[in-house]
């Protein structure tokens, strides 16, 4: 059973800065992808970046060159680098892992889900 949880959430005022960490037990990153995912109230859930096992990464255009996610695979930890947080990055952020690369990768579809921390970033 893969346990992801989610820590380093926090209010924030615009432009400023926050670093969420993603521990992992039992889950080696030797395959598939890990991500991080955001919902704000009454929308739907958006994957804002993904990192595959062998490094590539993507991101949303809506944070592209603001956030940055990165693995310690000696430490089985996800991280997201948020800079120049703006209001509309305020949503629950979650972390997601997926064993099998074809599915997270190309369909987008991750099995595994932490519970979410918060991130509010005033005006």
């Known amino acids: 059973q893969v346990q992801l949880v989610e820590s380093g959430g926090g209010s924030v005022q615009s432009g400023g800065s926050l670093r969420l960490s993603c521990a992992a037990s039992?889950?080696?990153?030797?395959?598939?992808?890990m991500g991080w995912f955001r919902q704000a109230p009454g929308k739907e859930r958006e994957e804002i970046a993904a990192?595959?096992?062998?490094?590539?990464?993507r991101y949303a255009d809506s944070v592209k060159g603001r956030f940055t996610i990165s693995r310690d695979n000696a430490k089985n930890t996800l991280y997201l680098q948020m800079n120049s947080l703006k209001p509309e990055d305020t949503a629950m952020y979650y972390c997601a892992a997926e064993n099998v690369y074809i599915k997270c990768w190309i369909q987008r579809d991750f099995g595994y889900w932490g519970q979410g921390t918060q991130v509010t970033v005033s005006s």
């Open positions: 039992t889950y080696t990153a030797s395959s598939g992808c």
């Open positions: 990192i595959a096992s062998y490094g590539r990464t």
